[in-house]
């Protein structure tokens, strides 16, 4: 169980670029960060309004002459510095993640960065290759990945208790894009716009989310064919969806559906990942997040909780709030952040035993993650028609 006893030597030079007061995750990636004391906010380039994001960052604990105007500033002026910031989070729209990441790399900068991660698979094979030739780690945020009953999941698919996988069921809709776009804000507008978001919009937004933690639970298999329907029901969001279901052909000879939607109107939100065995099936959402659901054939169903001494070792080793309180993304991404910061502490001490074995959400993660865009876009592109997984 994580209690909060800190599990590297000392915290980590900490700065955001993005993550303002007027953005939507940057609390998200504070409150994970801080959350074991490692990681130390020391700088930030929170805002595009320089004077805005100067008084944010005070108000954060900030000092004043580390609140800078852009990453540019912010890489200058830490890179400097005896005490200047070691790891930087990237928050700000799709379209500048490459720019940034790179140019912190380059600076010596590890980096946490959103997803989806960048555009192309090119562009993250390049930014892989700089950072091994720096010594740098990169992290992807990926929300959910972090709880405990998902590796409750990836642990009983390993130990065979569900048998050989046979159906991969996935799903995250909400309601709140069933509108049109007057009026919208900037956080909609620069997702709805492929200059801003990049070749996709739901699929990039929510549905990353989906097919990273499927590989998480499932490792061990691989996607070999797919078909992506998508569709803009508002039609100014065109050429981007804000609808899209994919099915998916994996090398077992397993099926896969995933559904995202931002027009699922009246869903306040909702994701749920089932898996199906020859044996049993295991469900989850994060309606329910402190419940796994098992059923076994030709059994009662039974309730799985969190924190409970009956879960397998890899669960409990990740849980924070004990099975009598619920635990929730805020310790998701407490979890995703503690393991970047672990894998930034071996990295530079050279454990390359502890490196070796150590799993979190990092370079080849996100790289994933935009390959399946990329090929479900060539899908959809193609009139919705079978591609092999390349």
């Not at 950072?131 to 780690?137: F, N, T």
């Not at 097919?211 to 998480?216: C, G, H, K, M, Q």
């Not at 909702?270 to 059923?295: M, T």
Request: aromatic letters at 8%.
């Amino acid at each position: 169980m994580i209690n909060g006893e800190r599990l590297i030597e000392r915290p980590l030079r900490w700065g955001m670029v993005g993550g303002g007061r007027t953005g939507q995750v940057g609390y998200k990636h504070r409150t994970g960060a801080q959350r074991d004391g490692t990681y130390r906010l020391l700088a930030g380039a929170f805002d595009l309004d320089a004077e805005r994001g100067r008084d944010f960052g005070t108000r954060l604990g900030v000092d004043a002459e580390r609140c800078y105007a852009d990453y540019r500033a912010l890489i200058a002026g830490e890179t400097g510095r005896e005490d200047g910031v070691e790891v930087v989070s990237i928050a700000t729209p799709n379209f500048t993640h490459y720019e940034i990441t790179k140019a912190c790399l380059e600076a010596g900068l590890n980096v946490v960065c959103e997803k989806p991660l960048f555009f192309t698979v090119a562009e993250c094979d390049e930014i892989a290759a700089l950072a091994e030739r720096k010594g740098l780690v990169v992290g992807v945020t990926y929300g959910f990945t972090g709880h405990p009953l998902v590796r409750q999941m990836a642990a009983m698919v390993a130990k065979g208790m569900l048998g050989e996988i046979r159906l991969v069921d996935l799903r995250y809709t909400h309601g709140f894009n069933a509108g049109d776009d007057v009026g919208a804000g900037e956080a909609v507008r620069w997702r709805t716009n492929p200059k801003t978001a990049g070749p996709t919009f739901v699929l990039g937004d929510i549905g990353t989310h989906l097919y990273y933690l499927s590989e998480v639970v499932l490792p061990h298999l691989k996607v070999e064919r797919l078909l992506c329907d998508r569709k803009a029901f508002i039609p100014t969001r065109a050429p981007l969806e804000d609808h899209a279901t994919v099915l998916m052909h994996y090398d077992n000879g397993a099926r896969g559906h995933l559904w995202v939607s931002s027009v699922d109107a009246g869903n306040m939100g909702s994701q749920r990942y089932r898996f199906v065995g020859s044996k049993a099936s295991v469900e989850w959402s994060d309606s329910h997040p402190d419940q796994l659901v098992y059923e076994v054939q030709g059994e009662p169903n039974r309730i799985l909780h969190h924190g409970m001494p009956y879960l397998e070792d890899e669960s409990l080793a990740v849980d924070r709030m004990g099975g009598l309180h619920t635990e929730g993304l805020g310790d998701s991404w407490a979890n995703i952040y503690l393991w970047i910061a672990q894998a930034i502490d071996a990295t530079r001490r050279g454990d390359e035993a502890f490196l070796k074995i150590h799993r979190y959400p990092d370079i080849h993660a996100g790289t994933e993650g935009v390959r399946w865009l990329e090929n479900c876009v060539r899908s959809a592109d193609a009139g919705s028609a079978w591609v092999d997984f390349r």
